[in-house]
């Protein structure tokens, strides 16, 4: 079946410091989704991306479907302490939605 | 407008029980999808409902079951419950059309004992 690679597992930085993590798979996607979850909670949607090439942003947060359509990245400027949680990435393409494995994200005050 | 509700947030079962938790999308989504979250294998697909039928099955036992009624709302069955379906169960609704979003639910913490 699909996987999809996210990377890096788990960060740690200062607060202050920019964040990036990717996703990439072997197949292609028609739709990258990212997601943020708390401890204890259900993913909350942050950046939905629906063309290769798109650069979007909410935020302090950017994402980006790239090219080749096989992967995704998602910046975060500026970390702040309550950016801390996991990162999960999302594909799909006439399946229901892949997910990776999370990046899990602590900001050092 | 109202999110995705999932009830009970918690349950712990005796493994041999069956349990059922209950899911309703936000008002207007036609499809339910339900998922299992454990550390170690983070998010697996178990089904997804649409129109009251199932469109999508993971890899996963005829232990779990789903269903999904008329007013969207949907529910799933796990029955002879053993100690490896503890996790937290979490749905994801949408209008059903693919490229659109998903929102997720708070999740059911189960806890098999």
């Known amino acids: 079946g699909q996987q999809l690679n996210q990377s890096p597992q788990s960060m740690f930085i200062q607060e202050g410091e920019d964040v990036s993590m990717n996703c990439t798979s072997s197949?292609?996607?028609?739709?990258w989704l990212w997601y943020k979850q708390d401890p204890g909670e259900g993913p909350v949607l942050l950046i939905a991306?629906?063309?290769?090439?798109e650069l979007t942003s909410n935020g302090r947060l950017t994402a980006q479907f790239g090219i080749t359509r096989k992967d995704s990245f998602l910046n975060i400027s500026a970390s702040i302490p309550s950016d801390v949680g996991i990162y999960f990435c999302a594909g799909q393409r006439n399946t229901p939605l892949v997910f990776g494995k999370g990046t899990r994200l602590s900001v050092i005050a | 407008k109202a999110g995705v509700t999932q009830t009970p947030r918690y349950l712990i079962k005796t493994r041999g029980q069956q349990v059922t938790l209950s899911c309703s999308p936000i008002s207007g989504h036609r499809s339910v999808s339900w998922y299992q979250q454990t550390p170690g294998q983070g998010l697996q697909f178990l089904f997804e409902?649409?129109?009251?039928?199932?469109?999508n099955k993971g890899n996963f036992p005829g232990r779990f079951s789903g269903r999904q009624f008329s007013n969207s709302r949907s529910e799933m069955n796990v029955s002879t419950l053993e100690l490896g379906d503890s996790a937290l169960y979490l749905c994801?609704?949408?209008?059903?059309?693919?490229?659109?979003?998903?929102?997720f639910g708070q999740g059911t913490r189960l806890t098999v004992v």
């Open positions: 409902y649409f129109s009251e039928t199932q469109r």
């Open positions: 994801a609704s949408s209008n059903g059309v693919e490229g659109t979003e998903a929102f």
């Open positions: 197949s292609i996607f028609n739709t």
């Open positions: 991306l629906y063309k290769a090439g």
